[in-house]
């Protein structure tokens, strides 16, 4: 015999679920098991409504990425469906980040470049929130690469027809 650890707890969406209170003081899981019930979803509800948000934010910076894109000229991106969207995103905040910092004296020069850069793999690739964060990479990084992204583009560009031609 001994004090239970895992209590089966009736979650507030109707589910129940076991939940191993080993590391609550023994008098105190009882009442630790009522709280979770009245304040809690099942852990599986709490993880698919958590999913769900993160799908609707990013739909939602999606759409504020087409818009950003419509009013600043910039042309739909290639790559899969997946790549175009996360591209649009990464592209938009680093665009904007550029245009609205008073810093930057050649707003127009990055747009240019901004809309020579159709591939979507380029924004990913080196302006990724991850490079960003590691980095600590700023709207004057995000300038300075924007400006490069065009050669890289031209590059591709012949790459691609070469592969093309090889055909
Ligand atoms: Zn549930």
């Known amino acids: 015999m001994g004090i239970p650890t895992k ?5 507030k969406c109707g589910h129940k679920a076991v939940r191993d209170l080993s590391d609550v003081e023994p008098g105190k899981r009882k009442s630790r098991a009522r709280w979770y019930a009245q304040t809690f979803d099942c852990p599986k509800c709490f993880q698919e409504a958590r999913q769900q948000e993160n799908t609707q934010d ?8 087409t818009d950003f894109a419509e009013s600043h000229e910039l042309p739909e991106l290639e790559g899969s469906d ?20 008073e810093g930057t004296d050649d707003v127009d020069a990055v747009l240019t ?7 979507a793999g380029w924004w990913m690739d080196n302006l990724n929130w991850g490079e960003r964060k590691d980095n600590d990479m700023d709207s004057a990084d995000f300038r300075e690469l924007i400006l490069t992204g065009p050669a890289a583009q031209a590059e591709r ?10 055909l």
């Open 7 to 11: 209590i089966s707890i009736p979650y």
């Open 82 to 101: 997946a790549q175009i969207k996360w591209a649009s995103i990464i592209r938009h905040e680093t665009v904007a980040a550029v245009v609205d910092d």
């Open 58 to 65: 990013s739909n939602q910076r999606a759409l504020d990425a």
């Open 157 to 166: 560009d012949e790459t691609h027809v070469e592969t093309e031609n090889d």
């Open 113 to 119: 470049a901004a809309r020579q850069i159709r591939w």
